[in-house]
């Protein structure tokens, strides 16, 4: 069984970083997608970054491109979400996901089979 563990959550302020890392565990993890997701209060779950098995392909929602950086290492099972210049908007409860096909890439919350507990980013103005 897989588990996800996000850690790095908390309060940054506007224009500062923050940093992040989500822990695999239980299966090959270097062989799937890996997603981070957001879910502000009271909206949906959003698609912020993703990241393909091998690491060499990323992708962003518009509005963090240039801002958020998403990276892996395989040798750790950890994935990072790198935050510069975070907005108050982008404060919301962070979620680690993995992808649910071997080898494959998506962007929507159903290409995604294990989540994360969460992790609350609240972006201070």
């Known amino acids: 069984q897989v588990q996800l563990v996000e850690n790095g959550g908390g309060l940054v302020s506007a224009g500062g970083s923050l940093t992040l890392s989500c822990v695999a565990s239980?299966?090959?993890?270097?062989?799937?997608?890996m997603g981070w997701f957001r879910q502000p209060p009271g909206k949906e779950r959003e698609f912020v970054a993703g990241?393909?098995?091998?690491?060499?392909?990323?992708y962003y929602r518009d509005s963090v491109r240039g801002r958020f950086a998403i990276s892996r290492d395989n040798a750790k099972n950890t994935v990072y979400l790198r935050m510069k210049s975070p907005k108050p908007e982008d404060s919301a409860v962070y979620f680690c996901?993995?992808?649910?096909?071997?080898?494959?890439?998506?962007?929507?919350?159903?290409?995604?089979?294990?989540w994360g507990q969460g992790t609350q980013v609240t972006v201070s103005s």
């Open positions: 239980g299966r090959t993890f270097s062989r799937f997608p």
């Open positions: 996901a993995a992808g649910s096909v071997m080898y494959g890439l998506g962007n929507r919350v159903r290409d995604f089979g294990t």
């Open positions: 990241i393909s098995w091998s690491g060499k392909n990323a």
